[in-house]
């Protein structure tokens, strides 16, 4: 063990969590902490112990787990880690290998929520690249604080792009131009761009006009075609087969 | 042209996702009744063999075969449904699991009978906050109404279901390192064989099924095998439901039967790409899957035709990609994902994504000559077929086809590139052929 020196003045510096960074050498590898030592709260002991009881094997928990005790402390802090570590009696590394490894599990105190501005290949096309920027950039005029607003790759609602999760919330298609409202209303907390997003209730895409007469003329279109059009739906389908071949 | 649809024929019924809709829609009731009462296990499996029924979620490896490959006996026995859709251009799983839980939840009991197992786990990626919430409603649904647990419709099988969210990992797509995110670990894929069949989740015996795939299973136990192999064509039995995005006017989830001409699908379906553009060349299957280009347009859109294009059907995502695009910026795009989702586990897809991203980036940047692209080619037959799962093969494989396909393109980006970068060197001292040259160049 090496002594406070220099060496020690470097550490005094709180060390960034992540398993290519930096790593105290000069300490013992945590254990599984004891009871005795770690505070969870209530509410979050319970809810670890309600995903380990589902799994045969209680390790199946550690996604969840670290998902939920993220949701209460905004990143997977060491205070985080060592709650479900102690609920689940493993170690606080067996933990931060996994937290350092998915995506969606923060090692860093970025934001308590998220903005995933998708720029894989399917939005790339749709020039969701500005779209992140012009949104990065009014975030930082606007002054949005807590808000991990990064480029992520394929949410899988291509159907949509260039879109957008927002905690979870799926939003789009985007522009450029709807970067300031957007930001605007995420500033407010409020839900951005309503109407637009999945969730809400008769999103349709815009160019998903099966109630024009035009979609359902062509050549080979079957009776079926004018059945009234369903009030919601995201996939830009068009009316098609009887509904005798329904599953 | 129209869609024919089996799983997304009740899709725009308003409250499709509750019990009560999906029940008088013809869900659950007889033909769950059958599979459970009249049927033996071997039957329904049997009928799932036969109907040649393919998985949807890549690899389209038939999902009798697969059932059948489970060992009888006594053993814990698991049933994965791999709802981690993250295939760029994917998004058929999200649709149906939002739309229409309930069928996922049959097709899981039926196939935990062919499996003969009675635990089954829904691993659904993170992203998907939503359509995991309305999963665990439709499970609670599915529970009270006693067709999951223990003795369903007194019968003598008994299946547990739970919906697993995961955290962002497009490896955990892969089946095996699904299977360790699932017991709790980073996802990493495991060496094959064992192959999850014999030895998979917790040790046990488990069969790995897409969502869409699995979704297929009711209707095949309902009308029998003949009927489902009448709606599409050879060895590409069924419908499928294929995400089409990128570049045309109309992106979204269209369902046709296989062998339906892909033209008809991007044009008549999706609309297209846009005024004036023209298809330059598409993914058939994701973006893992080699691009074809227009002279690919009138095959039939089946495993097989793909395949013989030297691509692949995938996970039936077709991306249109059309004229106005660079493929350098694209090809950069797509390995950047790819070196970002490598595990890490094993070295030619770790290191080799990342120098086929730094190449890309030399060319970009005017650093590379047409010699690189010789290098480049040989990173991706060193990816390929070395490493544990098909992540670096994904990239390796589209990556390499852009650039035998379009070549020139890649030369000329080259070349003009360098001469642009000649020019920000030289311009202060006024070279003149060169200020030409670079006129030319990207911007």
Redesign the interface.
Known sequence: MQRAGDEGAIRATPLPTGWDEAVRLDEDAATVPDPVDVAVPDELRAEIEGHMA????R??????A??AAQERHGWCSPEAIAQVAVVMQVTPAYLS??AT?????RTQPIGSSYV?VC????C???NAKAVHDAIAEEAERQGVEGVDIREF?????????PMA?VD???VGPMDVSDAPEFVRQLKEGRDVLPGRS??DPGFR?P??TRAQPEQSA?P???GE?ERP?????????????P?G??? | ??????????????DLHTLEVYER??GYGKRLRRALLELSPEEVLQELEESDLRGRGGAGFAMGKKASFIPKGDM?KYLCCNAD???????K???LM???PH?LIEGCIIGGIAAGAN?GFIFI??????QADILDAALAEAYGRGYLGERILDSEHSFDL?V???????ICGEETALLD???????NPRLKPPFPANQGL?QGPTLINNVETL?NA??IVEKGADWFKSLGVEKSTGTKVV?V???V???????VGLGTPVREIIY????GPPEGREVKCF?PGG?SAPVLTQEHLDLPYTFEAMADAGSMLGSG?I???DDS?QLV??AL??SE?YR??S?GKCVPCREGTNWTVKMLERIDEGEATPMDLEIMAQVQENILGNCLCVLGDSMAMPVGSMISHFREEFEQHIEQARAKRDLEDVSHRGAPELAAAGEAGPN
């Open positions: 589902k799994y045969p094997d390790h199946s928990a550690a996604l969840p670290l998902g290998s996994i490894f998915y995506d969606m599990l995933y720029t894989s290949v399917a790339h096309l749709r790759e394929c949410l899988g609602a291509c159907d949509m792009a999760s979870g919330r799926y999945l969730e895409l160019w998903d062509g080979e279109a079957r075609d059009p369903a009030p919601d739906y995201a996939g830009g389908d068009r009316p098609g087969t509904e071949d329904a599953a | 042209m129209s869609e024919t649809r089996l799983l997304l024929a009740n899709i725009d019924e308003p829609l013809g814990d859709e993250s295939e760029p251009g994917t998004f799983d999200r649709l939002q739309k229409n069928l635990k990626r993170g992203e998907y906050a939503a739970v697993h969210r995961g955290q962002g990992a497009y995110g699932l017991e709790g670990k980073r996802g917790y979704c009711p209707a995400s995005s990128g570049n006017r109309r992106p979204g989830n269209y369902e008549d379906l999706a609309g993914f973006s995502a991306i249109v990609v695009v910026g694209l795009r797509l994902f970002h989702e595990c």
